[in-house]
């Protein structure tokens, strides 16, 4: 059981290159979601699946684009980096406790993106 | 104003002393999470709680759902808890507001 794997940890790309972070759960979660982590805020979300075949933005999605074909997997595509997306970036799973529960949360390890 | 507020921002206390971090959030909540993140970066979740109280190990948690206010309360603190503490609000949906995070360190 190897929980939520991110891959890469680090990447350096160059202005105007694009790119996919790789996120797998083998916890069969429902709930999927990328955050960047930038100096001084908080972690924000930028977009998130409840489920295979549906994906919605979260409160950052320009620059940004998902996928979710089968529940484990949930990439994030940077079409064309910006300076602007230098960042540490954290997908996470989740299940609901109950329908109206809170969710239970496992981070990846992170991946270390620098744009030139 | 944030939704999720976290005080203080920083904290530097000596190996043996009791700990407490605030967290107040301004949003309904269904749960509030408290998360730690060591120096390497990974995060870990410590508590997810909508009510009254949770205890594992030398961490408490608390909330009070009416001043809308949640501590996290480190006891005989060592130099391992030094870590990056986040509380985030969870509302109706999957979707979670975090804080900025509370930095620690232990000195020994």
């Known amino acids: 059981n190897a929980g939520v794997t991110q891959t890469p940890k680090f990447q350096v790309l160059k202005t105007g290159q694009s790119m996919t972070l790789q996120c797998a759960q083998d916890m069969n979660h429902e709930y999927m979601s990328w955050y960047r982590q930038d100096p001084g805020m908080g972690l924000r979300l930028i977009h998130y699946s409840v489920g295979a075949g549906i994906t919605d933005q979260g409160e950052v999605p320009n620059g940004y684009n998902v996928s979710r074909s089968t529940t484990e997997d949930f990439p994030l595509r940077l079409l064309s980096a910006a300076p602007s997306q230098t960042s540490v970036y954290f997908c996470a799973s989740s299940y609901r406790t109950s329908p109206s529960g809170a969710n239970v949360l496992t981070f990846g390890a992170g991946s270390r993106l620098t744009v030139l | 104003k944030n939704e999720v507020e976290q005080s203080p921002q920083n904290l530097t206390a000596q190996e043996g002393e009791f700990i407490t971090i605030n967290c107040s959030y301004s949003v309904g909540i269904s749960a509030l999470h408290w998360l730690q993140q060591h120096p390497g970066g990974g995060i870990v979740s410590l508590f997810m709680l909508s009510s009254g109280k949770k205890k594992h190990g030398r961490l408490i948690a608390t909330i009070n759902i009416q001043e809308k206010h949640s501590s996290l309360h480190i006891t005989a603190s060592h130099p391992r808890d030094s870590a990056v503490y986040i509380c985030?609000?969870?509302?109706?949906?999957?979707?979670?507001?975090f804080g900025k995070g509370m930095k620690l360190t232990v000195n020994p």
């Open positions: 985030a609000a969870q509302g109706g949906s999957e979707k979670l507001v």
